[in-house]
């Protein structure tokens, strides 16, 4: 049976995508949308590690492209609406 490797980038993307929960559930509850911004930046930092995750078990350049594109489209979201407020 093969043994799962932990790794530094999944302790990475647990602890953004631990953040990116805590944020958004406080927002939520306090209805405090302030940090919606953060939470979007942490979010693509997320999805950047899941990236490199994915090209560092597969070598395959589908699922990276998509998941790197995705990041920097939330990014930028991210950037514009911190910089229209």
């Known amino acids: 049976m093969k043994e799962k490797k932990f790794d530094v980038l999944m302790l990475f993307q647990i602890f953004f995508a631990i953040l990116v929960m805590l944020i958004g559930i406080y927002s939520k509850v306090a ?4 940090l919606l911004p ?10 950047l590690i899941m990236g ?3 090209y560092k078990r597969t070598r395959s350049l589908l ?3 998509f998941l790197i594109c995705t990041s920097l489209y939330i990014l930028f979201s991210a950037l514009r609406g911190i910089m229209i407020n």
């Not at 953060?38 to 999805?47: A, E, G, V």
């Open 31 to 34: 209805e405090n949308y302030n």
């Open 38 to 47: 953060l939470m979007l930046i942490l979010l693509s930092i997320t999805l």
């Open 52 to 54: 490199l995750r994915e």
């Open 63 to 65: 699922w990276v492209i």
